[in-house]
């Protein structure tokens, strides 16, 4: 656990989360007339938002092919999702899955030149990483955290903001409460009555958040609030002629007692193992700042508009103390 050093906040980065989304909308073409705009738009907005907030470390989590016990838990989970949609007027397109793997790897590889700590863990969800970081590595520093994910919505306290490229604003506690009237540390146990169609996550019938506020108004307080208490407090509402929300939710106790475990972020789905690595790779990570290795990089890959000088620039106040 990190004590508060300083008010410079450290940027944790959804790293697949900011590439897909440049990935499908932005058709930038390399010299060499590849797509490109994975990784054009992830750096270029990596950057800006470096030069915005001048955080004393950055840290990119990558997706580590998802979580093996949490398809234990529920094998449908984030599956059937719907394919991208890409937004490419080009003709004779490279393949795609071959020219995002380039697109990946290239990003990761131009990060490299930079005081830029990329973590990887295979067969744990990006997001987990990333709630472990939260709550455990720096549960006292300064955060940000750059992604258009809602499920970081229960990682939201007093060190704690999101950035979203979606909507190119920041969220806080007070944004979140006052949208969902459900305050951040109650949001997971929200989310497991709710469900969530995006990764395949069956809710309870007729259960939203306005509902849910409308009902247990308890879920907008400062108190944490669990799932076994709103089951218990439906059950204890529960009437014949009542809303049915209250028989809804206690007959479906065993489905958000499974939903709260695959959306609760943190280090309840990593193995000890998958912990310890993520925690070397910040004991052992030496920042790296190879302005000629990044130049040769982006020439090589027809990617020179980028422009290196800028960059370089742009990471270096990382470094500063």
């Known amino acids: ?75 449908d989970y984030k599956q059937k999702r719907r394919p991208q949609k890409l937004n490419r007027f080009y003709e004779d ?40 970081i939260c709550k455990y590595r720096f549960q006292n520093e300064n955060k940000i955290i750059l992604s258009s994910d809602k499920d970081f919505y229960q990682l939201l306290d007093e060190n704690t ?5 979606t909507g190119k604003k920041y969220v806080n506690t007070d944004i979140v409460l006052e ?14 009555l709710c469900g969530d169609p995006s990764d395949n996550v069956p809710g309870i019938k007729g259960v939203g958040f306005k509902s849910l506020a409308k009902r247990f108004p308890e879920l907008g307080s400062l108190e944490d609030v669990s799932i076994s208490d709103i089951i218990k407090e439906a059950t204890s509402r529960r009437t014949p002629k009542g809303p049915k929300i209250y028989q809804r939710i206690e007959e479906g106790a065993d489905v958000i007692k499974r939903n709260w475990k695959l959306m609760y972020l943190g280090s309840s789905t990593m193995s000890a193992s998958q912990i310890k690595k993520v925690n070397a ?41």
């Open 1 to 75: 656990m990190t004590s508060k050093t300083s008010n410079r906040p450290i940027l944790i980065v959804d790293g697949l989360n900011l590439f897909t989304r440049h990935f499908i909308a932005n058709p930038t073409m390399t010299k060499k007339g590849e797509p490109a705009g994975g990784v054009m738009g992830f750096v270029k907005a990596l950057a800006w938002l470096v030069d915005d907030i001048f955080p004393s470390k950055v840290v990119v989590v990558w997706e580590g092919g998802g979580s093996a016990r949490k398809r234990a838990i529920f094998s």
């Open 93 to 132: 397109m490279p393949n795609t899955v071959q020219n995002r793997n380039w697109q990946v790897a290239t990003t990761v590889a131009l990060l490299r030149f930079l005081p830029v700590h990329q973590i990887y863990v295979e067969n744990v969800e990006g997001d987990d990483v990333i709630g472990y």
């Open 161 to 165: 903001q999101i950035y979203t490229p």
């Open 281 to 321: 790779s910040f004991d052992t990570f030496n920042p790296k700042h190879d302005k000629i290795g990044l130049l040769r990089k982006l020439v090589g890959e027809g990617l020179s508009t980028l422009e290196a000088d800028r960059l370089f620039f742009t990471f270096s106040s990382v470094l500063k103390t």
């Open 179 to 192: 949208k969902f009237q459900i305050t951040p540390n109650n949001f997971c146990t929200a989310k497991a």
